[in-house]
């Protein structure tokens, strides 16, 4: 994952409503929930559940599938697997390093 990428998608999940959104996708499982429950869910108007859904879906993080006249929204849980996995690929990287300075001294 290139590091634009994953700020983009941090920076879309650090908005609180939109973090909170995607966590009741994440909740929901491979089936999604249709955009009214998650509404629900949420308790927000549809205008501003249209506007958080589209940055979420636009940075790949969420998927929409129309199902007759419903809305099905899921999470993309590659992606978030992608972006956890850029978040801890490094862990503890350089501690080598420091601990092989911290015995050379």
């Known amino acids: 994952?290139?590091?634009?990428?994953?700020?983009?998608?941090l920076e879309a999940l650090g908005n609180p409503t939109r973090l909170e959104l995607y966590r009741i996708l994440v909740r929901a499982g491979h089936s999604g929930l249709p955009v009214?429950?998650?509404?629900?869910?949420?308790?927000?108007?549809?205008?501003?559940?249209?506007?958080h859904l589209q940055r979420l879906v636009q940075n790949g993080l969420v998927s929409q599938e129309r199902?007759?006249?419903?809305?099905?929204?899921?999470?993309e849980y590659t992606a978030m697997a992608a972006l956890l996995g850029?978040?801890?690929?490094?862990?503890?990287?350089?501690e080598a390093c420091a601990?092989?300075?911290?015995?050379?001294?």
């Open 1 to 9: 994952m290139k590091i634009e990428e994953a700020a983009k998608q």
């Open 86 to 94: 850029f978040l801890a690929d490094e862990c503890c990287a350089d």
């Open 67 to 75: 199902q007759a006249t419903t809305l099905i929204c899921r999470a």
């Open 99 to 105: 601990a092989t300075s911290d015995q050379a001294a």
């Open 36 to 51: 009214n429950q998650v509404q629900e869910r949420l308790g927000i108007p549809a205008s501003t559940l249209s506007h």
